[in-house]
């Protein structure tokens, strides 16, 4: 039977080949260390909790909530980026809660996407960041993903050659997956650059307090006149340990914020009313929570990168996010990154991302999350170390057992 039209669109989810492979080996008894999925593993602080259940016990709270988010949400959120960023915002009209950033930029792409519209969106990225938009009938113009100076050339260039005229810009500093990040001076540029060529600029900051070399990163609409042409997602996912929770934010343009909250009232009536207060109760904070968990995140990176280094696998240490970026061993490069992937979870019971499921330009690195504590993580080093002690000097040699199957 043939497959229906957007589905057709959606390539085989590279992620899924993994998972199998995963869970096969779990039921074989192995103990498999998984840095795959971004999934953090941190409970979600007491307080935040506290307040959830305190709120969850008044029945007046169990009927459907708001769609666009209550207003106290809202001005929890534009509060934070008045006190994070220095960007004024009004919580009636730019602002809006989403069901996590993922939710957001989906429903952002149906608001905004006529069929056949061009947007220009790095590779790699995170999947909804493309695919959002191919669901809703867009086309892809991958671009490079370094913040630097040749981002803009790339963009005159995709410009030159899209036609029609691209429609939005991705941004996502820090990066998902490459852990890159972005200065103002950089956000300066782009955003002269699509005001110019009357370009949307969607702007993802999942990851703006997960960093370590004590910069915090900046958000575009930190540079004036940048909420002219832009929206910004955020998630307090991985900011409070709240993954399952489902909450995010768009923040930025009026006219875009407004086309977003339409579509969203005819899909979702916004998260549970007592996460929601929880959420401002959290966003209203003090910021120790944040704190706590960004000291887990570094602790944890330094621990890989010395760990992993010192059993023969080089990774460069991230600036931020919860991942790192790290290049294929020279000698398994030739397979690609699933294939490694797989050799990972076979012969040394660790899980990592396929690069190349954040796009094809990826194909040569894994993703590696910190979602596991620091005994494990050393634990991951020593079984990498045993792996490549014993199969490096003869990759051609060591094939995935699934390839027998």
């Known amino acids: ?27 074989r008894g192995a103990d498999i260390i998984d840095l795959g999925m971004g999934n953090p593993d941190l409970p979600t602080p007491k307080a935040i909790v506290d307040k959830l259940c305190e709120v969850v016990r008044d029945p007046r709270t ?28 009004n919580p009636d009209t730019q602002v809006v809660a989403t069901l996590g950033s993922k939710e957001g930029f989906a429903n952002m792409a149906q608001a905004i996407t006529a069929p056949g519209d061009v947007i220009l969106c790095p590779n790699p990225t995170y999947p909804i960041h493309a695919f959002g938009f191919i669901m809703s009938g867009g086309v892809i113009r991958s671009l490079q993903v370094e913040p630097d100076d040749g981002f803009i050339p790339a963009l005159e260039r995709g410009v030159r050659h899209s036609i029609p005229k691209p ?12 852990a890159l990040v972005a200065s103002l001076d950089f956000y300066k540029d782009v955003v ?42 955020t998630s307090m996912s991985k900011t409070f340990s709240m993954p399952g929770w489902r909450m995010g934010f768009a923040v930025g343009n009026e006219r875009l914020i407004s086309a977003l909250t339409r579509v969203k009232s005819y899909l979702d009536y916004g998260a549970f009313t007592p996460i929601q207060v929880a959420a401002a109760h959290a966003l209203n904070g003090d910021g120790a929570d944040i704190a706590e968990v960004r000291d887990i995140y570094h602790k944890r990176r330094d621990v890989m ?23 294929i061993p020279e000698p398994f490069r030739h397979l690609g990154s699933l294939e490694f992937s797989k050799l990972l979870i076979e012969h040394a019971d660790v899980a990592v991302a396929p690069g190349v499921g954040f796009g094809e330009h990826g194909d040569d690195h894994v993703r590696i999350a910190l979602v596991e504590n620091e005994h494990r993580i050393r634990q991951a080093a020593r079984n990498i170390k045993r792996f490549l002690s014993t199969s490096a000097k003869q990759p051609n040699n060591v094939v995935p057992l699934s390839a027998h199957r």
């Not at 009927?63 to 915002?89: C, D, E, M, T, W």
């Not at 915090?216 to 910004?232: F, K, N």
């Open 1 to 27: 039977m043939e497959e229906f039209h957007k589905v057709r669109r959606l390539p085989p989810y590279v992620f899924e080949q993994v998972n199998r492979l995963k869970a096969s080996a779990r039921s």
């Open 305 to 327: 990168v010395d760990s992993f280094g010192r059993a023969g696998w080089a990774i460069p240490a991230p600036a931020a996010s919860m991942f790192a970026w790290a290049p």
């Open 192 to 233: 002269a650059f699509a005001k110019k060529n009357d370009i949307i600029i969607l702007s993802d900051l999942a990851y703006s307090e997960i960093y370590f070399d004590g910069n915090p990163p900046p958000s575009v609409l930190q540079v004036p006149g940048a909420i002219d042409v832009c929206v910004e997602f």
């Open 167 to 178: 429609l939005a810009l991705i941004l996502n500093y820090p990066s998902n997956p490459t």
């Open 62 to 89: 169990h009927r459907y909530s708001s769609s666009r988010g209550i207003p106290g949400l809202r001005r929890a959120q534009a509060n934070y980026y008045a006190r994070r960023f220095g960007v004024k915002l």
